[in-house]
């Protein structure tokens, strides 16, 4: 990621995410998704890709397809899987996005580290993949759950969630982890806890309410954005204009 953001000079992440189209007209989606991604790559340093894209093309038919093209590009292809299941089933799940071509899945912590992330971490390292985990997300009801006070199963001590999480992310030498954008305190308070070793991706910038300068003022290193981007009358445009009112931040 880093040499990609150097070489396109972008820290933007496009989450290529489209709204419900019938299942008949599902190849509009793959238009689409060319058609932005021609337009709007040199302003981004990687492609999100996430179920509005792998349920109606298929991982195999359409999406391998778009994931050569944004790998052509030299950005990298991140697959939002967000796995969340038994060791064998998340390995197997692993096993077919990066056969798709995929460079790095996000997954869950929720599940634990034995029989749940560990194949998965096994796999990924395995095949030189990377691995993002989610540590608090962008909407109000993240609280319930990434923002609870739990005891540490560890320590024994009180904590809240998602502190517990970046720890765990920096111990399991994780790829990065995710902090919604519109938590700007949250995500300086999760950057004194993984400093630079675990870089910080954060979605939910302009459709969710996030401010682009005020995350990355914060530390975020690469932000997520869909809709600002996709659903702007010129996306190429509001990709240029985001980038350009973060430059020097
Ligand atoms: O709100 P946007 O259109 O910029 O899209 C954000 C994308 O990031 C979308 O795919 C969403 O599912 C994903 N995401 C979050 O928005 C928030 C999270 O905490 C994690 C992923």
Redesign the pocket.
């Known amino acids: 990621m880093q040499e990609a953001a150097k070489s396109k000079n972008s820290r933007i992440v496009l989450?290529l995410?489209f709204p419900f189209e019938a299942p008949e007209n599902r190849n509009k989606l793959l238009v689409k998704a060319e058609s932005i991604l021609k337009a709007v790559h040199p302003f981004i340093c990687a492609v999100?890709i996430?179920h509005h894209l792998v349920l109606p093309l298929g991982t195999f038919n359409g999406v391998q397809h778009l994931v050569e093209q944004i790998r052509g590009q030299g950005l990298l292809a991140i697959m939002?899987a967000k796995v969340n299941d038994v060791g064998a089933t998340n390995q197997t799940i692993a096993q077919y996005y990066y056969a798709a071509g995929f460079d790095a899945l996000i997954a869950n912590p929720f599940i634990g580290w034995e029989e749940g992330l560990e194949p998965l971490f096994k796999v990924s390292q395995k095949l030189n993949r990377g691995i993002i985990l989610?540590c608090y997300?962008?909407?109000k009801g993240a609280r319930e759950g990434y923002g609870q006070t739990i005891i540490d199963s560890e320590t024994g001590k009180k904590t809240l969630q998602y502190v517990s999480f970046a720890k765990k992310a920096l111990k399991y030498g994780a790829d990065g982890i995710?902090v919604?954008a519109t938590y700007p305190q949250k995500i300086a308070e999760i950057k004194r806890i993984v400093g630079q070793n675990v870089p910080i991706y954060s979605?939910?910038?302009?459709?969710?309410g996030g401010d682009a300068e005020a995350a990355v003022k914060a530390g975020a290193n690469y932000l997520?954005?869909?809709?600002?981007i996709i659903a702007a009358a010129d996306p190429a445009k509001a990709a240029c204009q985001l980038l350009d009112s973060i430059k020097g931040v």
């Open positions: 989450a995410d999100k996430n939002d989610l997300m962008s909407h995710v919604g979605p939910g910038i302009g459709a969710q997520i954005v869909g809709r600002e």
